[in-house]
């Protein structure tokens, strides 16, 4: 749940750390030629500041005596400054995750422990928004092509409708067609949509495709030889 949120704040992939064995630095060795296996940064505790802290009691018998030895005894010290400095490269990013986890938290006005349930909620929110939105749009889309569907001019026999979007290409793309489908089928029927950004949408109907017309032979020559489609839809930019 928090992921996505960590990437939209700090444009990368969070590191978030459940336990020592998530990372490639989960074990060290002691500073000496001793014949005991590799300390686990699990048998230690970590303060803020990335200060470790061994904790006896977490060690396995399958680590052997010898070891335990060292660590409760010579090596304790050592043992706590490696291990201090060995988390120090996941630790950080392990607190930063803690700490935007709060942070969104207290913006969201809940608790931790329910801030993947509210999450979840606000993602639900935000779909069906998205949906909703898409809805309108495709509404909006219908109502303006039926307007432009009664207008137009006449052009050799074959009726010309054009128009300008203020969105991007997909919405010339939606466009171009919903006005086409509405024009007579009778008659050959041309519609043009440009955007603000110079782009070209041109699709013809069936009648102006058996009449000899084709948008991608059309789409070229108006941009230049730039463009492409099909003789019914064809699209490119300046």
Same mark, same amino acid.
């Given at each position: 749940?928090? /992921?996505? +949120?960590?990437? /939209?704040?700090?444009?990368?992939?969070?590191?978030?750390?459940? /336990?020592?064995?998530?990372?490639?630095?989960?074990?060290? *060795?002691?500073?000496?030629?001793?014949?005991?296996?590799?300390?686990? #940064?699990?048998?230690?505790? =970590?303060?803020?500041?990335?200060?470790?802290?061994?904790?006896?009691?977490?060690?396995?018998?399958?680590?052997?005596?010898?070891? $335990?030895?060292?660590?409760?005894?010579?090596?304790?010290? &050592?043992?706590?400054? *490696?291990?201090?400095? *060995?988390?120090?490269?996941?630790?950080?990013?392990? #607190?930063?995750? *803690? !700490?935007? +986890?709060?942070?969104?938290?207290?913006?969201?006005?809940?608790? $931790?422990?329910?801030?993947?349930?509210?999450?979840?909620?606000?993602?639900?929110?935000?779909?069906?928004? !998205?949906?909703?939105?898409?809805?309108?749009?495709?509404? /909006?889309?219908?109502?303006?092509?039926?307007?432009?569907?009664?207008?137009?001019?006449?052009?050799?026999?074959? $009726?010309?409708?054009?128009?300008?979007?203020?969105?991007?290409?997909?919405?010339?793309?939606?466009?171009?067609?919903? +006005?086409? &489908?509405?024009?007579?089928?009778? $008659?050959?029927? +041309?519609?043009?949509?440009?955007?603000?950004?110079?782009? #070209?949408? #041109?699709? =013809?109907?069936?009648?102006?495709?058996?009449?000899?017309?084709?948008?991608?032979?059309?789409?070229?020559?108006?941009?230049?030889?730039?463009?492409?489609?099909?003789?019914?839809?064809?699209?490119?930019?300046?």
């Amino acid at each position: 749940m928090v /992921s996505p +949120v960590y990437r /939209s704040v700090y444009r990368t992939t969070p590191r978030l750390i459940q /336990s020592w064995a998530d990372t490639k630095a989960s074990s060290f *060795r002691l500073g000496l030629k001793a014949a005991v296996p590799d300390v686990q #940064l699990g048998w230690f505790d =970590f303060d803020i500041a990335g200060q470790a802290t061994l904790c006896p009691e977490r060690i396995p018998i399958t680590a052997g005596t010898a070891l $335990r030895t060292l660590l409760e005894g010579s090596q304790r010290q &050592d043992a706590e400054n *490696r291990a201090g400095s *060995r988390s120090a490269d996941v630790g950080t990013a392990h #607190l930063a995750g *803690r !700490d935007l +986890v709060s942070r969104i938290a207290e913006q969201l006005g809940t608790s $931790r422990g329910e801030l993947p349930e509210k999450i979840a909620g606000l993602l639900d929110r935000l779909k069906a928004a !998205d949906r909703e939105n898409s809805r309108l749009k495709a509404l /909006s889309t219908a109502a303006r092509a039926t307007e432009l569907a009664a207008a137009g001019v006449a052009a050799n026999g074959t $009726r010309v409708i054009t128009t300008t979007v203020d969105g991007q290409a997909g919405d010339a793309r939606a466009l171009a067609p919903a +006005v086409r &489908d509405r024009v007579a089928a009778a $008659r050959p029927a +041309v519609v043009a949509v440009a955007t603000e950004e110079g782009g #070209l949408v #041109l699709t =013809f109907n069936q009648a102006a495709n058996e009449a000899g017309l084709d948008a991608s032979v059309l789409v070229k020559r108006l941009l230049e030889g730039r463009g492409g489609g099909s003789a019914q839809i064809a699209q490119g930019a300046a």
